[in-house]
């Protein structure tokens, strides 16, 4: 795996963010919560930093495609 359990987690939680934000309506910080965050600014940034984009900007950027 060569990645630590912390990294895999929250690899494994971006992963399951970005399919909420393309398949489900609900807003960003019931995404966050389901997917194990209890705030919604801190699941903004660290999405942020693995995808390059905040998760609304990413829910609209794949809508449009």
Same mark, same amino acid.
Request: glycine share 4%; hydrophobic share 45%.
């Given at each position: 795996m060569h990645e630590t359990p912390l990294n895999y987690l929250t690899n494994w939680r971006?992963?399951?963010?970005? /399919?909420?934000?393309?398949?489900? /309506?609900?807003?960003?910080?019931?995404?966050?919560?389901?997917?194990?965050?209890q705030s919604e600014a801190a699941f903004n940034r660290i999405f942020k930093s693995k995808t390059g984009q905040t998760?609304?900007?990413?829910r609209r950027s794949k809508f449009l495609k």
């Open positions: 971006m992963r399951h963010a970005q /399919k909420l934000l393309m398949m489900d /309506k609900s807003n960003i910080s019931e995404i966050a919560a389901n997917v194990g965050y998760p609304a900007v990413y």
